[in-house]
């Protein structure tokens, strides 16, 4: 039996995208699952290929500390603990700077950074009660990389990175590792979306990246695999970029 086997997961952002191709990594893995999103419907779609006991779904609106609350305690009432918290629950609403309402820049810092803070709160009290765990957040390059019509995106994800930091080195005496990752453009359902909207274009996009393509869910998943692993077992308050070189690409 492999280390992961019986380890339990919570997911937020588990309807779709990265949440949802982290959930079919980690039962691969033999963990346990609690899914979670704000769109609760379509949980049922993520976990149809799983078997009977190996995963439980909840709606979760991270923003709100009380759900939080509940998404950590459900992990307990159905599995008896919570070994990691894996949170890919976020928001795309590119706008121009001097027009974007204070209400559209007050919820992507609420969802992307706030609700990012709540959740860990929540999991985190739970993982220090049992032994530690570890926590990832999905972040992104714009945590280093400034974009156009991004300035609260960009903003909330550099304060994710600083998350990290901080809650990488106050809880590690809990033995609660905390790590981020920072992928490039991922092809999820929301950039497909900003692609047909013509909020990105494509082409400009796998151009500038050297690998020449977008990341897939699984490049991402992939890394979240890893963090929670065993072999990662002396990595925390770091953000790993899955980013093709994007980051790395200073030529022009």
Not at 32 to 40: E, F, P
Not at 84 to 111: C, R, Y
Not at 157 to 177: C, D, H, P, S, Y
């Amino acid at each position: 039996m492999s280390k992961q086997e019986n380890r339990v997961a919570l997911i937020t952002g588990a309807a779709g995208g990265v949440g949802a191709a982290a959930a079919r990594e980690l039962v691969n893995s033999g963990w346990r699952l609690v899914l979670t999103d704000l769109h609760s419907e379509h949980l049922a779609e993520v976990a149809q290929d799983f078997e009977d006991g190996v995963a439980v779904s909840m709606r979760l609106d991270i923003t709100d500390p009380s759900s939080c609350d509940a998404a950590a305690a459900c992990a307990l009432e159905n599995f008896g603990r919570l070994d990691a918290l894996v949170n890919s629950a976020g928001i795309s609403q590119p706008a121009n700077s001097f027009t974007q309402p204070a209400a559209d820049w007050a919820k992507m810092i609420e969802v992307q950074l706030s609700g990012a803070y709540f959740i860990a709160q929540s999991c985190g009290r739970v993982m220090a009660e049992n032994n530690g765990g570890s926590i990832v957040f999905i972040g992104s390059t714009n945590a280093e990389a400034a974009f156009p019509r991004r300035a609260a995106y960009c903003s909330a994800k550099a304060g994710v990175a600083m998350l990290t930091k901080v809650l990488a080195i106050e809880w590690a005496e809990q033995n609660i590792r905390v790590n981020s990752i920072g992928p490039a453009y991922v092809e999820t359902p929301m950039t497909l979306r900003n692609i047909d909207s013509g909020n990105i274009s494509r082409e400009a996009v796998e151009k500038r990246i050297p690998l020449g393509r977008l990341a897939k869910p699984e490049d991402v998943s992939n890394a979240v695999s890893f963090l929670l692993s065993e072999r990662s077992s002396f990595i925390t308050g770091q953000t790993l970029y899955v980013d093709g070189g994007w980051l790395a690409y200073g030529y022009f």
